[in-house]
């Protein structure tokens, strides 16, 4: 499956994928990746090293930021893949980058398609923004 290029990049890793908006203001633990929402169905699950599916997102303009401490934490999604657009997020990963720090792919698929991943499976993201399962 292809998603549309928003950042572009590689990764590899087993799927979060919530039907639920997250904010990551609020909803994510910086230090840790964990999400701390206590409405998300993930609630305790730690980001780092997944492909983080979210059919939409919640919240702030900080968002960029929590997610550019996630980044420099170590803590940070290996990807991103939206079902709409959040340019906010694409700040933070932009951000990171130019400050020399690892980028992950942002992604956009469509919510039913997301579907077709579960969460844990194992899936890899290639540069020109194919999605395959392991």
């Given amino acids: 499956m292809t998603a549309e290029i928003?950042?572009?990049?590689?990764a590899r890793g087993p799927v979060l994928r919530s039907t639920q908006p997250l904010s990551f203001w609020g909803g994510v633990d910086p230090a840790t990746g964990a999400i701390t929402d206590p409405e998300s169905e993930h609630c305790g699950t730690r980001l780092a090293g997944r492909i983080l599916m979210l059919a939409a997102t919640r919240g702030s303009s900080?968002?960029?930021s929590v997610l550019l401490e996630l980044i420099v934490a170590g803590a940070a999604p290996a990807a991103i893949i939206l079902g709409q657009i959040d340019a906010i997020l694409g700040i933070g990963i932009l951000v990171a980058r130019e400050l020399g720090y690892p980028s992950l792919p942002l992604?956009?698929?469509a919510s039913d398609a997301q579907a077709r991943f579960t969460t844990g499976a194992?899936?890899?993201v290639t540069e020109d923004g194919t999605i395959a399962c392991m």
Wanted: charged share 5%; no cysteine.
């Fill in 62 to 64: 900080s968002s960029s």
């Fill in 6 to 10: 928003v950042i572009p990049g590689t």
């Fill in 122 to 124: 194992v899936v890899t």
């Fill in 107 to 109: 992604l956009r698929l």
